[in-house]
């Protein structure tokens, strides 16, 4: 049976409850199988890794308990649990060389998927107003980002990325799936679930539309209104060294903001089309598993508080050893 036979919809056939879908990964060939496992498991380790070295250096220095490094810590843990929502499936598929799934887990690992990256959106946004604050108001900076302030928005954003997720998944569970269950995908997501629905997604994609405008569109412009201002205000620092310190404290922030916002567009903006091509598992694989592990170093490579921290840290471990 050819792969385009899968996918297409069989006629003339009794509509029945799907009860698991087939997710064909990255690759076909068991060679390839093998190179693609050892890669993500290299990647996931580097990315837990190097996440929680981030955590554990924001933890130990005192220099960088500020609200900057108090949201980068939380991105750190996203990025964590971002990554380990899809890797660790896939690897165990590639082990076991089973590629199904079952609905209610393809249903779980999407509610946590777009919660996760709902948060995103958000934290980054906070992240951005925290940036604006500091180098635009710095003299009520610490009023206005106070620890309450900085616990109102970790918890507002979460209670939206909740919401968001929830939504997605309990409409996406009123939907009819009697046939074909295959995913061209490593992983479950909506664009491609939609395809496979033998019911009217129309409300579903309206629905998705209108939460990428409040979760992805407004914060993307909240940050952009926030970095314009900071970018003036950076222009008229008489010292050179000022407007390099400030830039630097924002460039690693808005490369993370770029590559996010990047991949996200172009991953569901496809999502009238029909076809399920290798572009789409490229920008899978970037929105969850080279973002995550990209993110430590943006932060780190620029920053040498950071750079100082985490020679802290793993001096540490090594006496420890």
């Excluded at 295959?182 to 629905?207: A, G, K, M, R, W």
Aim: hydrophobic share 50%.
């Amino acid at each position: 049976i050819s792969l385009q036979e899968l996918m297409e919809p069989q006629t003339g056939t009794n509509k029945t409850t799907v009860a698991e879908f087939v997710l064909l990964g990255l690759v076909e060939t068991e060679e390839m199988q093998s190179v693609v496992f050892v890669l993500f498991l290299f990647a996931y380790l580097v990315t837990v890794g190097g996440n929680l070295s981030i955590l554990a250096a924001i933890l130990v220095e005192p220099k960088l308990h500020t609200p900057m490094y108090f949201f980068l810590g939380n991105l750190s843990m996203l990025d964590v649990g971002c990554i380990t929502v899809t890797v660790p499936a896939m690897l165990g598929q590639l082990l076991s060389h089973k590629r199904t799934i079952s609905y209610n887990a393809c249903l779980t690992q999407l509610f946590f998927f777009h919660l996760l990256a709902g948060m995103d959106c958000f934290l980054l946004t906070a992240m951005a107003y925290d940036r604006f604050l500091a180098i635009c108001q710095p003299l009520t900076y610490s009023t206005r980002m106070s620890q309450m302030v900085q616990r109102m928005l970790v918890v507002m954003s979460w209670t939206c990325a909740f919401t968001n997720a929830l939504t997605h998944t309990v409409t996406l569970s009123t939907l009819n799936f009697c046939g074909p269950n295959v995913i061209n995908h490593f992983y479950c997501d909506l664009p491609q679930l939609f395809q496979l629905s033998c019911s009217s997604t129309q409300f579903n994609e309206l629905l998705l539309f209108v939460a990428a405008a409040f979760m992805a569109v407004a914060p993307l412009v909240l940050i952009t209104a926030s970095y314009a201002h900071v970018a003036a205000a950076v222009l008229r620092i008489r010292s050179a060294e000022g407007r390099k310190k400030a830039f630097s404290t924002c460039g690693s922030h808005l490369t993370v903001v770029g590559i996010f916002y990047g991949t996200g567009v172009f991953s569901y903006m496809r999502l009238g089309s029909v076809e399920s091509s290798n572009k789409d598992k490229g920008v899978g694989v970037f929105m969850t598993v080279i973002n995550p592990m990209l993110n430590p170093l943006i932060y780190s490579l620029r920053n040498t508080d950071v750079q100082g921290a985490l020679c802290q840290v793993l001096m540490g471990r090594w006496s420890l050893i």
